[in-house]
Each structure stands twice: as structure tokens, then as C-alpha cells.
């Protein structure tokens, strides 16, 4: 299947990729020049009445609902053009461990993080012959094991599902006993969006039909049944049943992100990438799917990683919403698909602080590099990595890095767990 640029389509699965339709951008031009002509004619003249006639013509002739995509409530980044990364040198022959993690400071974006004894054990992991220094030969192998590998490394972000009923909507964010808000998330992501060069740029959406699974509204529905244990519960959002009918175990979420529905529309404050794709996901509506390369069952997937692999992107820098649920999730599937994945923090907001450091724990037990938007800015502009992809290109387990203090609020385990109240400034800059 080709993914062509400017269209957004529906596949025969669960979920679907898209762009917005060269139709659309049409429009958007045309709605741009008659912006620019209310400017000088009044709006109760005939001409601007016509005008707005015209495009909202255009706009109903552009087709259905994949269409939709909200163009007048848009943060736009300005049309960069792709920046030449630069590579690194080769390492030198004769290097003993101390010049050895010295030039290896300028590879790795978080070496401040790493244990003295991690870097020690990948110099040893190459001097073959245990004298203290990398040969030729060694140095060879490291070059072509580790920098020739990074150098070639071409990466996408993929903003996971901030849709406007996590921001301040039905199953907003901030409700969760974590209290974190995803207006902070939004500040160091839209710097990553408007300032980084990425060589592709992804949005998911949980895109769900009004009768969804996962749906605490529907769960005794008549087309599904829980299994006795749950049949007689009383329940309540957040609770974990079990279905006899379709077979599955399932978190009870409030209704979210419905089908055309302002809920599941991204973020008006979320800043957008021209020529951005996008994945719609949970179509279904007897399986939920977190993750935003196929469902909960791994059955249906969607065309995210092949369209990853037609653009030739190797590694992915992962955040959005929710932090411990469909983020983890997206990033767990990307490494089990063999990409270099990294999970971003600070742009990053979930529910249950626990589970996030749950998430933290397992992801960085697979190698899944768990950082900073500091660190993506380093891989954009200076081809820095993070230190689980040089483990992972050198085949060896880094143990766990501590995320940072203040990194997504994870410090802040203790205290209230009532869910509090949501404040939400429309106004709010991003």
C-alpha cells in the first residue's frame, strides 16, 4: 500500500494513516485569501458573504469524516525544510577506556546518567584481547557496530492521542490521581514540533464508535457479555471486567474520543506539522487497541510500521497521552518491532503515577531509552543519542537509569489520591 502525501484514508483493519487531503490544502489556501479579503472589505459586504458561501461549498465537497480535520483551530508550525544531521567521526585505533568515554560524551545525549561502570563494560565489550586499549581491529568493529550505525539513523516523533477529552474533556488527564496536567506537556512538545527537524512526523487518535468496549456507559450492552464474576458488580469507571462475549479483559475508561466528535479532535493548542501522517485508532468496537501499531489482541494491525519503514525511519521519539497506557504501549510495540524507540517524559502526562513508574521500569528493562525533550533536541541537531540505542547497537543490557527529578512529576507519589477538580485556561500559551 502507498502512502501518498495529502490523503487521508481508511484501511480494511482496526485503524487507518492519513494526511490531510491535497483537496484540503485547496481549501486552506483559498480560505487564507479570503481572510485576507475580510481584512479589506466588510463583513456584510455581498463579496465576503460569497466568499465564506464558496468555502464552505468547497469544504462539504472535500467528502466525509476522514476529511475533518480541524483546520481552522490549528497551532501551524512554519514549512522547514529537512536539516542535514551531522555524522560523527570514527573512533581512533589505540584509545585506551579514558579517551574512550571521553569521545563517547559526544555521541550519547544522556551520559551524565550513565554509571562510570555501563561505559566499562561496553569498552570491554570490544577490547577483545583485554589490554586496555581498542586495536584496529577493535576500533573497526565499534565503528562499524556502533557510529556508522548511528550516523545512518533517521528518526519520526509520534505524538500519541492528545486529543482534546484527555487535555479538559471526559477522561481528562488531570482528573487522574497523578494531577498532572497535559498543558504542561504541551510547552516542551510544541518547542520539539516547531524547532526540531524530524524526517517524519506522526498523530494518533483514539478514534472510538459510540458503543466502544472499553465504554463504562456500555458495558452491559446486549450485543456483549461480562463473565459471571463481573456480571453482578456494581461498577463504576477504571474498574477491570471480564467478557464472556467477545472474549476479553477490559478497562472500564467514561466515554471518549467518539467518532467526529469535538472530544477527539487534537488539541487546538497542540502545534501541527505540515505534511504530518496520522493513525486513528480503537475502531473497532468489540477491541480496544493502545497501542498505535495494532489492537490489545495483536491481531489487526495498522500500516503505522510499514509506513515507518517506506520512509526510512529507524528510530522514534514516542509522548502524548496517556502517559502509562497508549504511550507505553506505542513505545513497548516499537521496540518489539525493532525499532530504536525512546520514550519522551516532559512531553508526556498520565493518570496513575505508579503505573508510570511501572511503565518506566519494564520499558527501560527492554532497552527503551526513557529521556528528556533536551535529548531529542540533541538527536535533531547534533546526532546525539541516547545510551539504551548504543546498548541495543552493541547488543548488551544497559541496567535501569533513574529518570530525572521533576521529569512528568513522578517525584510526587504520595499525598491526596481523590480525583480533584479540572481548571482549564482556554487561553492558555503553549
Same mark, same amino acid.
Given at each position: 500500500m502507498t502512502v501518498s502525501k495529502g490523503a487521508v484514508f481508511p484501511t480494511r483493519n482496526d485503524l487507518f494513516v492519513g494526511k490531510i487531503s491535497k483537496r484540503q490544502d485547496s481549501l486552506e489556501v483559498l480560505s487564507c485569501s479570503f481572510f485576507a479579503l475580510a481584512i479589506i472589505r466588510s463583513a456584510q459586504s455581498s463579496l465576503f458573504k460569497g466568499a465564506i458561501q464558496l468555502v464552505q461549498s468547497l469544504a462539504s465537497a472535500t467528502g466525509g469524516a476522514d476529511d475533518k480535520m480541524p483546520v481552522d483551530k490549528l497551532v501551524p508550525c512554519p514549512t522547514r525544510q529537512i536539516t542535514k544531521r551531522p555524522? %560523527?567521526?570514527?573512533?581512533? *585505533? &589505540?584509545?585506551?577506556?579514558?579517551?574512550?568515554?571521553?569521545?563517547?560524551?559526544t555521541v550519547v545525549s544522556d551520559i551524565d546518567r550513565v554509571p562510570q561502570y555501563e561505559i566499562r563494560r561496553l569498552f570491554e565489550t570490544f577490547d577483545v584481547d583485554n589490554d586496555g586499549k581498542l586495536n584496529k581491529t577493535e576500533c573497526e568493529a565499534f565503528n562499524r557496530v556502533v557510529i556508522n550505525e548511528v550516523n545512518k539513523l533517521n528518526c519520526a516523533i509520534i505524538v500519541v492521542d492528545f486529543q482534546n477529552d484527555f487535555v479538559n474533556g471526559s477522561l481528562a488527564i488531570k482528573k487522574g490521581p497523578a494531577?498532572?496536567? *497535559?498543558?504542561?506537556?504541551?510547552?516542551?512538545l510544541n518547542k520539539l514540533l516547531r524547532e526540531c527537524s524530524f524526517d517524519l512526523v506522526v498523530y494518533t487518535q483514539d478514534w472510538h464508535p459510540p458503543n466502544h468496549i472499553s465504554f463504562y456507559e456500555h458495558c452491559r450492552n446486549g450485543d456483549r457479555a461480562m463473565l459471571p464474576m463481573d456480571k453482578g458488580r456494581k461498577l463504576k469507571p477504571f474498574d477491570t471486567v471480564n467478557f464472556g462475549q467477545p472474549k476479553c479483559h477490559q478497562i472500564l475508561y467514561p466515554a471518549h474520543c467518539l467518532q467526529n466528535s469535538w472530544g477527539a479532535e487534537l488539541s487546538p493548542h497542540l502545534a501541527r506539522v505540515p505534511d504530518a501522517k496520522y493513525v486513528r485508532k480503537g475502531l473497532n468496537v468489540f477491541v480496544d487497541a493502545y497501542s498505535a501499531f495494532s489492537d490489545n489482541n495483536g491481531e489487526n494491525k495498522s500500516e503505522l510500521a510499514r509506513l515507518l519503514r517506506s520512509e526510512g525511519i529507524d528510530a522514534l521519539f514516542i509522548c502524548g497521552l496517556a502517559y502509562e497506557i497508549c504511550v507505553a504501549a506505542t513505545t513497548r510495540?516499537?521496540?518489539?518491532?525493532? %525499532?530504536?524507540?525512546?520514550?519522551?517524559?516532559?512531553?508526556?502526562?498520565?493518570?496513575?503515577?505508579? /503505573?508510570?513508574?511501572?511503565?518506566?521500569?519494564?520499558?527501560s528493562q527492554r532497552n527503551v531509552a526513557i529521556i528528556e525533550s533536551?535529548?531529542?533536541?540533541? %538527536?535533531?541537531?547534533?546526532? /546525539?543519542?541516547?545510551?539504551?540505542? !548504543?546498548?541495543?547497537?552493541? &547488543?548488551?543490557? &544497559?541496567?535501569?537509569?533513574? !529518570?530525572?527529578?521533576?521529569?512528568?512529576?513522578?517525584?510526587?507519589?504520595?499525598?491526596?489520591?481523590?480525583?480533584?477538580?479540572?481548571?482549564?485556561?482556554? &487561553?492558555? /500559551?503553549?
Open positions: 555524522v %560523527f567521526d570514527p573512533f581512533t *585505533p &589505540g584509545m585506551n577506556y579514558q579517551s574512550f568515554a571521553e569521545q563517547l560524551r494531577m498532572q496536567d *497535559p498543558h504542561e506537556a504541551l510547552v516542551p510495540e516499537a521496540n518489539n518491532l525493532g %525499532f530504536y524507540a525512546a520514550l519522551v517524559a516532559d512531553c508526556s502526562k498520565g493518570l496513575n503515577a505508579e /503505573k508510570i513508574d511501572e511503565a518506566n521500569v519494564e520499558l533536551q535529548a531529542v533536541e540533541s %538527536f535533531t541537531t547534533e546526532r /546525539k543519542v541516547p545510551w539504551r540505542w !548504543v546498548c541495543q547497537l552493541a &547488543g548488551i543490557s &544497559g541496567t535501569e537509569l533513574t !529518570v530525572p527529578r521533576g521529569v512528568n512529576g513522578v517525584e510526587n507519589l504520595e499525598g491526596d489520591s481523590t480525583t480533584p477538580s479540572i481548571e482549564v485556561n482556554d &487561553g492558555i /500559551k503553549v
